[in-house]
């Protein structure tokens, strides 16, 4: 089971690893630099369509309880 905890110290880790959310229901989301996630106790907020100064366009909340997986990224992808 991954955790609130687990998601917040893979987005605070220096330097920073890209890694993509696998949730239940077969999507995915990339989270490509520390900014462009927000983990609470239960959910993963994830800015989605992010411009060229790294605001999002709208946001997709993820019940912690759906992420199947983790997986690494390669290094140098973008969103």
């Known amino acids: 089971m991954i955790t609130a905890k687990q998601l917040r110290e893979l987005l605070q880790a220096r330097p920073f690893k ?3 959310l696998c949730l ?11 900014d462009s ?10 800015g989605l369509n ?5 605001f999002a366009e709208y946001v ?12 690494d990224l390669p290094e140098g992808v973008t969103s």
Not at 24 to 34: C, L, M, P
Not at 37 to 46: H, K, L, S
Not at 62 to 69: D, F, G, M, R
Request: aromatic share 8%; charged share 25%; glycine share 4%.
């Open 24 to 34: 239940s229901d077969g999507t995915h989301y990339d989270i490509t630099n520390h």
């Open 60 to 71: 997709a909340r993820c019940s912690i309880l759906h992420i199947t997986k983790l997986e």
């Open 50 to 54: 992010l411009d060229p100064d790294g």
């Open 37 to 46: 996630a927000f983990v609470t106790r239960n959910t993963v907020e994830v």
């Open 18 to 20: 890209p890694f993509r």
